[in-house]
């Protein structure tokens, strides 16, 4: 499948969750839907324990870059697999970031101060529950990207994904495109849950 090529935004990114939730498989989904429209993709990942459910974070960046890692508040989007994971992960957001994390609701905490001095905006999607109707729990990576694809906070075209996804998935591949499809959908209703801007502050 051809994807029609665009000029690459200057984006950050950070994935994080828990071992076995598919951050490692994610981060090649969305590099390589990047390197088919030509764009100069670097990463990294750092991992604890992830075969016991450690923490596991990656980071992308599209554009110019000299480095694979992200400063702390430099990131454009924080895609989280794991409430927890997704707190632990928001100091990687710049001012005006967003974040988009596996869950029914909010972050929770004690965090409307924060977000809302950072002018940060959460999306929540069940992500779990989504995956386990489509089979299983491993699809939940594939269906938080469609969400965050759908939501427009991940510039990376929809169809480049679902190309990328159709080569990696191998005999997996109608279970994870309907699971992708299934988040991308989510997101054309979708509300932001934690809006982090109070009146009178500007997004930057």
Same mark, same amino acid.
């Given at each position: 499948?051809?994807?029609?090529r665009l000029p690459p935004p200057e984006t950050r990114l950070v994935l994080a969750g828990l071992g076995g939730q598919g951050v490692i498989f994610a981060t090649r989904l969305i590099a390589q839907a990047a390197v088919r429209l030509g764009w100069p993709v670097i990463g990294s990942e750092t991992h604890g324990m992830s075969q016991r459910g450690g923490s596991v974070v990656s980071h992308l960046k599209f554009g110019a870059a000299e480095s694979p890692l992200i400063r702390r508040g430099t990131a454009d989007l924080l895609l989280a697999f794991e409430r927890n994971e997704a707190v632990r992960a928001l100091p990687f957001l710049r001012v005006g970031g967003v974040c988009v994390v596996n869950g029914e609701a909010s972050l929770g905490y004690d965090l409307d101060g924060p977000?809302?001095?950072?002018?940060i905006?959460?999306?929540?999607? %069940?992500?779990?529950?989504?995956a386990l109707a489509h089979g299983s729990a491993a699809l939940i990576n594939v269906a938080m990207v469609g969400f965050?694809?759908?939501l427009g906070c991940l510039p990376v075209p929809e169809e480049a994904l679902r190309a990328a996804l159709s080569e990696l998935a191998g005999s997996r591949r109608? %279970?994870?495109l309907l699971a992708f499809s299934a988040g991308a959908r989510a997101a054309q209703t979708a509300r932001p849950v934690d809006r982090g801007i109070p009146d009178g502050h500007a997004r930057v």
């Open positions: 499948m051809s994807v029609a977000l809302a001095e950072a002018s905006t959460v999306h929540a999607l %069940p992500a779990t529950s989504m965050a694809s759908g109608e %279970p994870n």
